[in-house]
């Protein structure tokens, strides 16, 4: 009997012991920034943020501090403490910017060097020592490299948002930290969640009077309530790009919907439309369509922006809600449709060209947006490398007919365009679509009995006419993306389609 309670007690104690070490294999989600994720009395959304997740599945630990940026947050030893703990399996919330703008040696001598490049400066600091200061961009690859190095996953997220207020509309870029977070995330391959417009988003459906009551203090800090409210945010913003976070959450984190969002718009801050008593023509599409922000950057314009100058906006709003690197699948997927058809109402019209990214990998880890092609019913499953999720792709043509039947369904019109050909000419004649996806876009258009607009062959007959010298200055780049003077010239290329539709819904708005 001795030896046997022996045994069993010897058993017990290995059983604990076993428990401890399998509850210390729960990975932790660390949260990790300034006073906007971490303040006294659950004022930053980092201390709410544990809420939203099953303590038993995975811990959360806020170890944001305030007052610091990128730099001080590693300088004060601060990102050393968490690197010590980290284990394989962990997640790390990287989210700095507010603070990383101010004066690199002076006052709490806390700035990161503006910009993504290695530039460093020698700094005398007010306390008389000497410190050598990086970019924001060196001080967020450090976290991120040495988060991978411990095996943990690192999320970039971009930053909280201000109670400031222009026209009705709350701000959503404090400085180029948010921009420069995702193409710092893009660059290192790893997650970026764009918590700045999912937040701004709801501010903006709340309104000024209501937004304003969490923040007692001043611009930036929260109240209690408002630093839940960001928490929930944060959660819809992890869940929109598919985290692997999702599978860890509680019933209040399962109850979040999700903020779906492109992985490359963080900063764009897509139109809306400014009068809701009129109708709305909405364009979606890509970077041919809206380039960039839409300010000409680089020399390069899509043809969407000029469009708006062609039409009466005192009858109509045209509304501008391409972007840059998506194809047809990708427009959907990452919830950008989703937002058009939350705003599109009976008398709209949406006008649709795809294809320029259509043609890639369905499953390449840079970007996944292919499409299989063709018009049919085809299908092929994949595991997205990008949301880590399983996907059904479809072909370019089923994904504009969902477009055309969402659009219907709504009381809205639907006009399928070609795409605006390419800069690439054979025996004297610019290079048409017309057997791939300017074809499957006539198909769909007639198949559903939508618009055409051919785009494809319109321009192209303008570039034939031209000729390849005077086309070339067309463009802003080697063969796609069109100058101001080339976008203008596809604008009218635009209306031309438009006044040559049987029915066309936009004549009576036309400059």
């Given at each position: ?6 045994f ?11 428990g401890i ?7 932790t989600v ?11 009395d659950r004022r ?16 959360t ?18 990102w050393?403490?968490v ?15 507010h ?6 040696d002076?006052?709490?001598a ?15 600091l ?5 410190e ?12 991120i490299d040495?988060a991978?190095?411990a095996?943990?996953?690192?999320v ?17 870029a ?10 710092i ?14 937040i701004a ?12 009551a ?7 800090h929260?109240s ?11 959660v819809?913003g ?28 963080a900063?764009?801050r897509?139109?809306e ?9 909405f364009l979606?599409g ?6 960039g ?8 314009w ?9 039409f009466?906006t005192?009858?109509v709003?045209v ?9 047809s ?6 919830g950008h449709?989703?937002?058009v058809?939350a705003?599109?109402k009976?008398?709209d019209v949406?006008m649709?060209?795809f ?11 840079a ?18 490398p990008?949301t880590?999720?399983h996907e ?17 369904a709504?009381g809205?019109?639907?006009?399928v365009c ?5 800069k ?9 679509a ?13 198949g ?9 062959e ?12 005077k ?9 796609t993306h069109?100058?101001r003077?080339?976008a203008?010239?596809?604008a009218d290329?635009v ?8 029915k066309?819904?936009l ?5």
């Open positions: 009997m001795k030896s046997l309670k022996a069993t007690t010897m058993s017990l104690i290995g059983m604990a012991v076993i070490e399998a509850a210390a294999q729960v990975p660390w949260v990790i920034g300034d006073s906007t994720a971490s303040n006294a930053g959304w980092g201390d709410p943020f544990g809420d939203y997740f099953d303590q038993g599945k995975a811990h630990a806020n170890r944001a501090h305030a007052g610091r940026s990128s730099r001080t947050f590693i300088t004060e030893g601060l050393e403490k690197r010590a703990e980290l284990k394989p399996g962990d997640s790390v919330l990287i989210q700095f910017g603070n990383d703008g101010g004066p690199p002076k006052d709490r806390r700035g990161s060097l503006p910009g993504l490049g290695e530039e460093s400066k020698e700094f005398t007010p306390n008389g020592s000497q050598t200061v990086y970019t924001f961009g060196h001080y967020m690859r450090r976290m040495e991978k190095a095996g943990a996953l690192p970039v997220l971009s930053l909280t948002v201000r109670n400031i207020w222009k026209e009705g509309k709350v701000e959503r404090n400085g180029q930290f948010s921009k420069w977070s995702s193409e995330a893009k660059a290192a391959g790893v997650p970026f969640a764009d918590v700045t417009n999912a988003d709801q501010y903006d459906k709340l309104g000024e009077v209501k937004v304003k969490w923040f007692p203090e001043d611009h930036t929260t209690p309530e408002g630093a839940d409210f960001t928490a929930s945010l944060v819809a992890l869940k929109g790009i598919h985290s692997p976070l999702a599978a860890f959450l509680s019933a209040k984190g399962q109850a979040v919907e999700k903020y779906p969002v492109a992985l490359v718009t900063g764009l897509l139109p439309p400014r009068d809701l008593k009129l109708p709305t023509l979606i890509d970077s041919t369509v809206r380039n922000r839409g300010d000409g950057s680089n020399g390069q899509g043809w969407g922006e000029p469009l708006v100058d062609r009466d005192g009858k709003n509304v501008n809600r391409a972007v840059g690197g998506l194809s699948r990708t427009y959907l997927t990452l449709w989703e937002k058809l705003m599109l009976a008398g949406v649709m060209q294809g320029h990214n259509d043609s890639g990998p369905l499953a390449d880890p970007r996944a947006r292919g499409t299989i092609k063709g018009t049919g019913e085809e299908t092929q499953e994949i595991d997205n990008i880590k999720a059904v792709v479809h072909t370019d043509g089923w994904y504009l007919r969902k477009f055309i039947a969402d659009a219907k709504r809205a019109t639907p006009i070609s795409l605006v050909p390419r690439i000419w054979k025996d004297g004649k610019t290079v048409r017309s057997d791939s996806y300017g074809k499957w876009a006539a198909e769909v258009a007639a559903e009995s939508a618009g055409l607009v051919d785009l494809n319109i321009v192209a007959r303008k570039y034939d006419a031209l000729g390849a010298e086309v070339e200055p067309l463009f802003g780049d080697e063969h069109t100058s003077a080339g203008e010239l596809n290329c209306i031309e389609g438009l006044k040559g539709l049987r066309n819904p004549e009576a708005y036309f400059k």
